[in-house]
């Protein structure tokens, strides 16, 4: 009977383990501000939160970790293609966000639709790396009715680093989604401001979310994003880094809202 109960106890530990893990951090409390630049080299030896970041184009991204997990979003056959990814995210059924004709040796294909009305859902883990998604719905083009769970936000966590890719995302948030998402520390965001959603509200979206790092994408020219800094307000700062890579670690993230603009003019 004891063993019994120990074994029931176990499983439930389990389930609440697996429940818990598709979010990310809560507390804003275990926020760890550092200074300087993060060195990828030194996460990887002392094994803390950490991730390396590339803009591929459009609205791509390839993430690797410390412990070698590739993966790449909005994967569409092109931006990123031969980057061998592991795992590769697709946010939403449109021709530069998606493809079926996947490279080989991609482990986890993630579509992030609603398909025959079902919702998407995922929640991978491989190796240092875990993937979830957030369903939000899409704005119909013409009638301008809604596709509900056409979209998803997808949020990658190494450790208790915590990045989310807003996809094409259409409207604010609801209490639902902020609570699903959890704390977000990097937000990949969309700033096109039309087919996506305004800038003004994208904007609001950030502020809902309230990341400690921004990187914009999905926009064409410098006037786009110098609209949506504006729309932003105040109380942050611009970082143009030279090149398209970027190390994060957890300890290093700034202590209020940077904006790191390694999408260039943000196109391909």
Request: aromatic share 8%; charged share 20%; with cysteine.
């Amino acid at each position: 009977m004891r063993l019994l109960s120990a074994f029931i106890a176990l499983i439930l530990c389990g389930l609440f383990a697996e429940a818990a893990g598709a979010r990310c951090n809560k507390n804003v409390a275990e926020w760890m501000p550092g200074v300087g630049p993060a060195n990828f080299s030194v996460a990887q030896e002392k094994q803390v939160s950490a991730m390396r970041v590339t803009f591929v184009g459009h609205a791509s991204f390839l993430i690797e970790t410390p412990q070698g997990v590739r993966a790449i979003t909005d994967y569409n056959g092109f931006n990123g293609f031969g980057k061998h990814p592991d795992i590769v995210t697709m946010n939403n059924a449109h021709s530069t966000h998606f493809t079926d004709e996947v490279e080989s040796g991609v482990t986890h294909v993630l579509r992030g639709w609603a398909l025959r009305g079902v919702e998407a859902r995922h929640n991978v883990t491989m190796k240092d790396l875990h993937v979830f998604n957030v369903p939000t719905n899409v704005r119909e083009w013409g009638d301008g009715s809604t596709r509900f769970s056409g979209n998803s936000i997808f949020v990658f966590r190494v450790g208790d680093l915590c990045v989310a890719h807003l996809g094409h995302l259409h409207h604010r948030l609801t209490k639902e989604h902020l609570e699903d998402l959890g704390r977000i520390d990097v937000l990949m965001t969309p700033i096109d401001g039309g087919y996506t959603m305004g800038q003004p509200f994208m904007a609001d979206v950030v502020k809902q979310i309230q990341p400690r790092i921004v990187l914009p994408m999905h926009y064409w020219g410098q006037s786009a994003l110098d609209r949506f800094l504006g729309y932003l307000g105040e109380g942050f700062e611009v970082v143009r880094p030279n090149g398209r890579t970027l190390d994060l670690a957890k300890a290093d993230l700034p202590e209020t809202l940077t904006i790191i603009i390694i999408a260039g003019n943000g196109g391909d």
